[in-house]
């Protein structure tokens, strides 16, 4: 009789699943999660904003290159298709090599075309480039 009572009892115990190794487990993930995510270096672009307003007396002209909402490209008030902005960039820079560019985008431009146009203005040879919200 007593044997029977001790195997009932071992029996009922087992029904209940044990966690803790489970929850061992979570936590060395979560520690290693947290520890690789300090590792994690974000890329983005580095943007040098001017720190204040310096005119001067030399007069440059700068490649005015509009972007509206819609996508259409304007370069000297004409509007050019995204891959001709390199070309005109090229012919605007040979006649005045000092010059650089302006890039007056809509606030709803696509952002996918400035980004292009800005890839065609450096295959043009230009880095001096600078942004600007059209009103």
Known sequence: MRMRRHMQEQ????????????????LNLLI?????????????LIVNRPTSFEQSNEKTETIAIEIYDTGEIFVDNR??????????????????????????ADEAAPTGTVVEVVDQVHLGGIWNITFSTSE
């Open 11 to 26: 029996h009922e115990s087992s029904h209940g699943i044990d966690l803790a190794p489970m929850l061992d487990f979570v």
């Open 32 to 44: 290693f999660f947290i520890i690789t995510a300090i590792f994690v270096k974000e890329s983005g």
């Open 79 to 104: 509007v050019v298709d995204a891959r001709a902005v390199r070309a005109n960039v090229e012919r605007l820079h040979a006649v005045n090599p000092d010059s650089g560019v302006l890039i007056l």
